[in-house]
């Protein structure tokens, strides 16, 4: 079956750095992908990756271990707007195929 | 930026009713997907859609569910009889065919069931 766990809570502070982590356990991995969630609204991509190592896009990064199973998004400079749900998502095979999603970290940044 | 957009934003229904929902999809994207969100859960996977056809489905869509795209634009899903598990935020989300082959969702529509 597949599998992909985070925790479904976190609460950090304003300015401060964050990091979500993403297990899976999945039949075949062609990619992971991160994605945030506003309360209501759709899921907006944040990042993607298929190899091994991070990938920096402003003040938000991923990592990927593929031998592990295992991925983070690290958020740096945290605002109040970063207070979402962040989806984390497998394509489990090489095409445009679905995005097997885990249940989502709801973050919450305090004052 | 080109976006997905969906339409109606939220439908109220009577259990047994068929509803519709129309999604238009990013211009230059040529694979099209319909997920579902029950409140509080994760994103699902419904059925997705290449070249005028269903290149995949999951086991949630069944008989009661059919896609089409009738027009050049326009790609819909039709719920024949809907059942009050059926009620969850419908999302369209559409891919090019190259780069990462991320898909771009829609804003969803809020389908309630009564």
């Known amino acids: 079956g597949q599998n992909i766990d985070q925790p479904t809570e976190m609460t950090a502070t304003e300015g401060a750095i964050v990091q979500i982590n993403c297990t899976y356990q999945t039949s075949g991995f062609n990619g992971l992908f991160w994605y945030q969630q506003h309360a209501g609204e759709a899921p907006t991509f944040l990042s993607y990756n298929v190899l091994d190592g991070l990938e920096e896009k402003g003040r938000f990064s991923s990592f990927l271990s593929r031998s592990k199973g295992y991925s983070y998004l690290l958020l740096k400079e945290l605002q109040m707007k970063d207070s979402a749900s962040y989806l984390c998502a497998v394509r489990d095979r090489v095409g445009n195929t679905p995005l097997v999603f885990g249940k989502g970290t709801r973050l919450s940044v305090i004052a | ?114």
Not at chain 2, 15 to 44: A, D, T
Not at chain 2, 73 to 100: H, P, Q, V, W
Request: hydrophobic fraction near 30%; charged fraction near 20%.
């Open chain 2, 1 to 114: 930026e080109p976006e997905v957009t969906q339409t109606p934003s939220h439908q109220v229904t009577q259990m047994g009713q068929e509803v519709i929902l129309r999604c238009v999809p990013i211009s230059n994207h040529l694979y099209f997907y319909w997920y579902r969100q029950i409140l509080g859960q994760k994103v699902e996977f419904l059925v997705s859609f290449y070249n005028n056809e269903i290149s995949e489905k999951s086991e949630i869509f069944d008989d009661q569910f059919s896609v089409e795209r009738p027009d050049g634009s326009n790609f819909t899903l039709k719920i024949r009889s809907t059942k009050l598990e059926d009620s969850a935020m419908y999302f369209c989300a559409s891919s090019r065919s190259s780069g990462y082959n991320e898909q771009f969702f829609g804003p969803g529509t809020r389908l309630t069931v009564l």
